[in-house]
């Protein structure tokens, strides 16, 4: 039984967030595309956009590698804290979380070292 293997949880995450990448997109070029004065706003959340995509697939791969709960636990702690805040920031205008954004992205990075492990 495939779904029994070691980090294969993160197959199942990993479709959630490519679902929710959609619905994130397709929200905020409904919502941000119209507001004037928010260009730096825009440009946060299409960053956070590419950046949800690009993991939500690379997390697919988790279980393929030889620590699939490190890297799938790296990646997708590391989009919820990276491309959420981004999310909030760009809805928002609160630049208060803004400082802990990289602390998503070292958990990115640390995730994609974790796969030559």
């Known amino acids: 039984m495939a779904a029994s293997r070691p980090g294969y949880v993160f197959i199942r995450?990993?479709?959630?967030?490519?679902?929710?990448?959609?619905?994130?997109?397709?929200?905020?070029?409904?919502?941000?595309?119209?507001k004037d004065g928010k260009e730096y706003e825009i440009q946060v959340f299409d960053t956070a956009s590419k950046y949800h995509y690009v993991h939500s697939v690379a997390l697919m791969a988790a279980p393929l590698t030889r620590r699939p709960n490190l890297v799938g636990g790296l990646m997708a702690s590391g989009m919820t804290i990276f491309c959420g805040l981004a999310y909030y920031y760009a809805f928002t205008s609160d630049p208060t979380p803004v400082k802990l954004m990289p602390y998503g992205g070292a958990l990115l990075m640390a995730g994609w070292l974790a796969m030559v492990l």
């Open 13 to 34: 995450i990993a479709g959630l967030s490519g679902f929710s990448a959609v619905c994130c997109g397709t929200y905020g070029a409904h919502v941000l595309k119209n």
